[in-house]
């Protein structure tokens, strides 16, 4: 007997809640805990609906205190639990900074195996929402330096089910930033079953032989927008590919669209300096050197804040800037 | 615990006078003040609020219902010394001295909004929960290395006390014997979060016992229990007393912001109920028309002037000149690092339509 797949059209926000709500059912391990996240169903709404089924035992609300909600949920992990934590916005996981960075991710080797932390962070993030200072922040590339974290970001609804499963299952930490913007933005078809995306993996968003683009989260439907102009007006195509993991990096793929089409724009709304942009660089440095025809081009946010509201969408990077680093590619 | 931090109310809801050590102040000038400082905050919260729903201004964060506590506690500190506001504390900032302007220019999204006024020390309002115990407690420091007798003066909610740094600021504060008030406001949720989830003790003022630092317990809804009990801190602190911890117990009507949907977590009937129990205000208006202080033509008249401020300060904020990406950029270190400028030049040329 086969059963039919049944098939929804969520938003990318709602995909998130099925991905818990399956792992809730799965594994009696698995506990959802942060601010907000109970009766409240999270500020966003990412928790809607699990309190009431799954109880105040397992679906948490927290006092106020990052440092101490990932510092608990590091002794939950190691004694038998999988703790989901949301971090309200990621701007406000600073104070947990230390937890992760000196414990979470170093459990598993200081205990030589005996003890590990197999925990999921959960994060919005990002700009463009008009929200107040320091909830659009986008420094992902503060965790990508963090040894012993996996840093994954979804852009669509269906790749974050499949992704946020598999974070769960992930014997390690995993940091899951979710881009803000991207929450309702669209719908798409998600599949109600149990299924998980490999962590390390990147997607192909499109096709193309001439430049290759690599970006993540918000910013993959934004790049879309700009390619599709670009492509009506150049005689020339992309190679879109939506990097979904920053740590480790899909090394293979990076490669791969690179030897096709020796050149190369990265895309992230981050500060410029210092960011992933760099390790993208340096492994295309390693791994497709002498395939390059034109210089590395990236466009980014600034090394500054994230500018409060009246000023977010100037930093974001802009259409007029995708479209033009992908002409400075091709003009050599 | 209840018992040992009992709730100090020198005036009754209806508007009776309990605790004659403030008869003294409480004049008809000074009561007056008191109210129309009030009637300002509210009126403006409430300007802000419409504003938000006509799509004029940003997500905004209400504080109607927490008047007394901000108004009464702002008033009991004088020029020269230290704010330090949350999201949440524009009466207080504008009872210290922030312009109207400035309030409406924080929320539609423009740095310029944090800037306090020339000569005025409050902190722009910080965002993080309870990051600013720490400064306020820094800045205290520094004033009695200085010698001087200036005091800190520091907002922060119930939900705020669970953080580490709440109890960092509390602790560094009575080891170093900082001059700093840490004014909490008890409005009962931290977001959806009710007290009692919060935390386990029964008061945010007992937490003062385990640094050493008085803790006291005051009806936030009064505005003259604020401003007395405030003012005794604060004096205590200027004159080398150390720091205090006030836990004003008070409600707000509304959302925890414009963007947040109450009745998911709370029955608003109570807030309802409270407008003609609790309510700040209200209380001080039948204090003062029990004791004859109050006038219909003076409450028309504070009323209309107040309006006019509003509606001076919004026209102001749309004649604003616009939003300059300059500031973003000059503003991040003394002298923008090469980088800056590079990225700074390269936005302006994309913007002029310039490649690059
Ligand atoms: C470090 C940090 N974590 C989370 C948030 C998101 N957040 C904003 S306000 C709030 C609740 C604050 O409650 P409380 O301290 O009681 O103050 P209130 O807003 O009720 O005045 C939360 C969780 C934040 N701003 N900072």
């Not at chain 1, 190691?78 to 960075?101: C, D, H, S, T």
């Not at chain 1, 300096?273 to 590395?296: H, M, Q, R, W, Y």
């Not at chain 2, 229990?225 to 004096?235: F, G, N």
């Not at chain 2, 407008?275 to 209380?283: F, K, S, V």
């Amino acid at each position: 007997m086969t059963t039919a797949v049944q098939i929804k059209q969520l938003t990318m926000v709602q995909a998130l809640t099925d991905a818990m709500r399956t792992m809730l059912v799965q594994d009696e391990a698995v506990l959802v805990l942060g601010e907000d996240v109970g009766t409240n169903g999270g500020v966003f709404r990412a928790t809607d609906g699990l309190f009431e089924q799954f109880g105040e035992e397992r679906i948490i609300d927290t006092p106020l205190a990052e440092s101490g909600i990932v510092g608990t949920s590091i002794g939950l992990a190691v004694n038998g639990f999988r703790p989901i934590v949301e971090i309200q916005f990621l701007g406000f996981i600073y104070p947990a900074f230390n937890q992760l960075m000196t414990h979470a991710t170093r459990m598993r080797q200081r205990s030589m195996g005996r003890y590990t932390v197999p925990m999921v962070i959960r994060a919005p993030y990002g700009a463009g929402v008009k929200a107040p200072e320091i909830h659009s922040d986008s420094v992902e590339g503060l965790f990508t330096q963090i040894p012993g974290l996996k840093v994954v970001i979804p852009s669509n609804a269906y790749d974050a089910k499949g992704l946020l499963i598999a974070s769960i299952e992930d014997p390690d930490p995993v940091l899951f930033l979710e881009p803000m913007r991207s929450y309702r933005s669209s719908r798409m078809e998600v599949p109600e079953e149990k299924y998980t995306i490999e962590l390390g993996k990147a997607a192909y968003v499109k096709k193309g032989e001439d430049v290759s683009i690599f970006t993540w989260g918000a910013m993959v439907p934004d790049t879309m927008k700009a390619v599709e102009d670009f492509e009506k007006n150049h005689d020339a195509t992309c190679d879109v590919i939506d990097l979904r993991t920053l740590y480790p990096l899909d090394k293979e793929m990076i490669q791969k669209s690179v030897e096709k089409t020796g050149r190369v724009v990265i895309i992230h709304e981050a500060p410029a300096t210092g960011g992933v942009n760099a390790e993208i660089i340096s492994l295309i440095n390693d791994a497709a050197f002498f395939f390059l025809k034109a210089p590395i081009q990236k466009v980014t946010g600034f090394d500054t804040p994230v500018p409060v509201y009246s000023l977010e969408k100037e930093y974001l990077p802009s259409k007029e800037k995708m479209i033009n680093a992908i002409n400075t590619a091709l003009s050599y | 615990m209840l018992e040992k931090f009992p709730l100090t109310q020198y005036v009754s809801e209806d508007g009776k006078l309990l605790d004659d050590t403030a008869k003294e102040m409480m004049n008809p000038d000074t009561l007056k003040h008191f109210y129309e400082k009030m009637l300002r905050a509210r009126m403006m919260d409430k300007k802000c609020t419409n504003l938000q729903r006509q799509g004029r201004i940003g997500t905004y964060v209400q504080y109607e219902g927490q008047e007394a506590a901000q108004v009464g506690s702002a008033l009991a500190i004088e020029e020269g010394d230290w704010m330090f506001p949350t999201y949440r504390d524009h009466a207080a900032t504008m009872t210290f001295g922030h312009s109207l302007r400035s309030l409406l220019l924080y929320w539609v999204g423009r740095i310029e909004g944090g800037i306090p006024p020339e000569g005025k020390n409050i902190f722009p309002p910080a965002v993080p929960i309870a990051s600013q115990l720490l400064h306020a407690t820094g800045v205290a420091w520094a004033e009695k290395k200085k010698n001087s007798d200036r005091v800190s003066l520091v907002y922060f909610g119930d939900g705020a006390t669970s953080e580490g740094d709440f109890h960092e600021g509390l602790n560094f504060a009575s080891v170093f014997k900082a001059p700093v008030v840490f004014f909490n406001q008890n409005n009962g949720y931290a977001i959806s979060v009710p007290m009692e989830k919060q935390m386990n003790s029964k008061t945010i003022a007992q937490k003062g016992l385990s640094y050493d630092i008085p803790g006291i317990r005051i009806d936030g809804n009064d505005i003259v229990a604020v401003y007395m009990e405030t003012k005794k801190a604060v004096e205590r602190a200027r004159n080398g007393g150390g720091p205090t911890l006030i836990e004003a117990v008070t409600w707000r009507y509304g959302a925890h912001t414009t963007a947040d949907d109450p009745s998911k977590y709370r029955d608003q009937s109570e807030s309802e109920l409270r407008r003609g129990t609790t309510d700040p205000l209200l209380r001080l208006e039948k204090y003062m028309k029990n004791e004859q202080f109050w006038s219909e033509e003076w409450f028309q008249a504070i009323e209309q002037q107040i309006s006019n401020e509003i509606n001076t300060a919004l026209a102001e904020m749309q004649d604003f000149p616009e939003a300059d990406i300059d500031n973003v950029f000059d503003n991040v270190f003394e002298k923008p690092t090469w980088t800056l400028e590079e990225q700074r030049e390269h936005h302006n040329s994309i913007k002029r339509g310039q490649k690059s």
